[in-house]
């Protein structure tokens, strides 16, 4: 089944300690983003990736890494989490042109910051 | 990428259609119009996407105005698991941020 994964689905973690939160596709799509969202202010772009070893900053990448080693693996990395980090995640993927194809998403990852 | 207006909620009855207008008067030639929804918490589902011409697929059907400058949503027989928030987004094929607004919260009821 084609499909975005993220894990974990929950998380919650205590400020300053380092976390990873893991998302693989397996549609060799060259496209994947990362989003948060939070009551009042939608969905946010965090960072994207247009290809192996290619990415850049959306909307809100303050206090946030990414990298993209792999095709298929886009992890989000936070060094020293904050509590205004808290929010839900999600990860995204789609192919970088052809008939408009929009991102498939993945079921999202909920993260507790205290 | 031009800026899209939906209402900000919307009421239809079990087994009725659902018609989910959104304006997007500053679209330009090359901007496709895409529809995803997002029930409770989960990932936004793609549901449909378009250029010009009205699309029709398993979910829903799209139609598009002659001038592009708006479309509807058309969910033909809603059903309780259609309750959700609808976005409606215009942006062109390539380049890689998809900005969601707001959205429409249609609630289906029996």
């Known amino acids: 089944e084609a499909q975005v994964t993220q894990n974990p689905r929950y998380l919650i973690t205590v400020t300053g300690k380092k976390l990873t939160v893991t998302c693989s596709q397996n549609m060799n799509h060259e496209y994947m983003s990362w989003y948060r969202q939070d009551p009042g202010l939608g969905l946010r772009q965090i960072y994207y990736?247009?290809?192996?070893?290619?990415?850049d900053k959306g909307d809100v990448p303050e206090g946030y890494k990414v990298s993209r080693k792999e095709k298929r693996n886009f992890p989000l990395i936070l060094e020293s989490p904050s509590p205004n980090q808290t929010s839900l995640y999600f990860c995204?993927?789609?192919?970088?042109?052809?008939?408009?194809?929009?991102?498939?998403f993945g079921s999202g990852t909920r993260l507790t910051v205290v | 990428d031009a800026k899209t207006t939906q209402p900000p909620s919307m009421d239809c009855a079990e087994g009725r259609a659902a018609n989910l207008p959104c304006n997007h008067s500053t679209i330009s030639g090359n901007e496709y119009v895409y529809w995803y929804r997002q029930i409770h918490s989960q990932g936004p589902q793609y549901i449909i996407h378009g250029l010009k011409n009205n699309e029709t697929n398993e979910m829903a059907s799209l139609i598009i105005t002659e001038d592009r400058k708006s479309s509807t949503l058309i969910l033909p027989h809603a059903t309780l698991r259609d309750t959700a928030v609808y976005y409606c987004i215009v942006r062109r094929d390539y380049g890689q941020n998809f900005v969601f607004g707001p959205g429409t919260r249609l609630s289906v009821l029996p």
């Open positions: 990736s247009m290809n192996v070893e290619v990415t």
């Open positions: 995204a993927s789609r192919p970088r042109t052809g008939a408009g194809y929009g991102y498939t």
